[in-house]
């Protein structure tokens, strides 16, 4: 979703470390829940296309780096400076 609404739709990231098992995160964005719906009911039936390699695979890069720097300082959630500041 991050892909389709740009990555200032990420607003927050909780890290669901229980300690025992791999690393667990929800991502929270700011996006229409109806648009988000419908696109992920395309992704699963496989006919949401990514026109973009370079930019998906740019967003994909910095929301993995935001949660390498999470887990390397022990953080338990990431929020957005923009959202921070009032956006939305």
């Given at each position: 979703?991050?892909?389709?609404?740009?990555?200032?739709?990420?607003?927050?990231?909780e890290?669901?470390?229980?300690?025992?098992?791999?690393?667990?995160?929800?991502?929270?964005?700011?996006?229409?829940?109806?648009?988000?719906?419908?696109?992920?009911?395309?992704?699963?039936q496989?006919?949401?296309?990514?026109?973009?390699?370079?930019?998906?695979v740019?967003i994909?890069?910095?929301?993995?780096?935001?949660?390498?720097e999470?887990?390397?300082?022990?953080?338990?959630?990431?929020?957005?400076?923009?959202?921070?500041?009032?956006?939305?």
């Amino acid at each position: 979703m991050s892909y389709v609404f740009g990555p200032e739709s990420l607003t927050r990231i909780e890290n669901e470390n229980d300690g025992r098992t791999r690393n667990a995160a929800s991502f929270h964005l700011d996006i229409p829940s109806l648009d988000a719906a419908e696109y992920y009911r395309e992704f699963h039936q496989g006919r949401f296309g990514i026109t973009d390699l370079k930019k998906y695979v740019k967003i994909y890069s910095d929301i993995t780096r935001l949660l390498r720097e999470m887990v390397r300082r022990g953080d338990q959630s990431w929020v957005s400076p923009a959202w921070v500041n009032g956006r939305g």
